[in-house]
């Protein structure tokens, strides 16, 4: 391999190198945030949710006896909770303040009081 | 969408307010053979009866008697009288719910007027889609005619998720298409047909479905229960009021932290409960709602 050839071999491996590295960089991005709530009669665990502007969120969401809902009316997201599956709800909050989110699947005495807040600061 | 300004709609008389509704898009006069006769009917709603909650109501077992027993007073006696829903509270327990549903039924059979009708209301009805509600008081929607109004009973608690259904949109519509565009219609429901505060809960999931079959009839109204007070508001044309409760009262849509009943006020037992005569007059697209409370002062 003569010296040229191995010039062009050198600049070939560190532009394949900078592609790895912008792959990397790409992977690398903070991935969506991920929040667990589980829910169960009557509560909402946790019942507060504190998101940043502007920053994607997914809500992971496990019932854990009998079938729910989650709303949140001011995102227009929502999600049946069924007892052994995972629901995800993804959200990009834009506006700063607290919010109401509630179970909209009547689902006992109790109900009415299943609701939480989601927080959104800057 | 919007409220209704009270200013123009409320003329307060007597024991409580009247409500003369308007902006009916100027069909106030009536085809003249439509059968139609001056009446009224009381509504009462939210009664849950088997509710147990001494700080919002010490006299949980006395409320719904002594709302029958006004009515039973009432100078005259209305053509009919309506429910619209959560007649009981609810309760995990099959049985119980049986009980607070055969309850309920013994006492208002004390009401003289005979000519009772029933809906339900999510309490009676979310746990067991309407199963034992229909063993005492049949189907959970239908439709009837009185002297030229056509009244519509739609379910929308049945369904836990607060949905009408195709099926029943379906026969909404079906029954819809039997009536003349300026036909008088009043709709029953329990839940809100509109977003009220979907925060709480004062929402129907397909309720727009509904309010679009309901759109192109000129002479809508919407009588319904569920948010435990008063609130009027138009879609359109279309104007909704809703029924104070007879159990306790609720806040008004996002008027508080959180939706929890209005406590119990020593000052002035049974304050926001009550129960109302709406007033149907003849060739006119109008009806007068004069509220009254469980008790007098």
Known sequence: ?122 | MHAIDRRNFLKLTGLGGAVFVSGLGGCSTMGANMAQQDFFFVQLSDTHWGFNGPVVNPDAKGTLPKAVAAVNALEMQPDFIMFTGDLTHTTDDPRERRRRLAEFKQIVGTLKNPNVRFMPGEHDAALDNGQAWMEYFGQTHYSFDHKGVHFVVVDNVSDPAARIGDAQLSWLKGDLDKQDKDARIVVFTHRPLFDLYPQWDWATRDGAQAMALLMPYRNVTVFYGHIHQENHHMTGHIAHHSAKSLIFPLPAPGAAPKREPIRWDLAEPYRGLGFRRVDAKAQQAQYAITEFPVKKA
């Not at chain 1, 071999?9 to 709530?37: D, H, K, M, N, W």
């Open chain 1, 1 to 122: 391999m003569d010296l040229q050839r191995r010039r062009l071999l050198a600049a070939g491996a560190g532009a394949a190198l900078a592609g790895a590295s912008f792959a990397t960089y790409v992977l690398a991005q903070p991935a969506e945030q991920v929040i667990r709530i589980s829910a169960r009669k009557f509560v909402f665990l946790p019942g507060e949710v504190t998101l940043k502007k502007s920053v994607p969120v997914v809500l992971e969401f496990m019932a854990l006896d009998v079938v729910m809902g989650f709303s949140a009316p001011d995102f227009k997201v929502r999600a049946d909770l069924i007892p052994g599956q995972i629901a995800r709800v993804r959200l990009l909050p834009q506006t700063i303040g607290s919010f109401e989110y509630l179970c909209d699947i009547f689902c006992g005495d109790g109900h009415e009081g299943m609701s939480g807040k989601i927080h959104v600061v800057a």
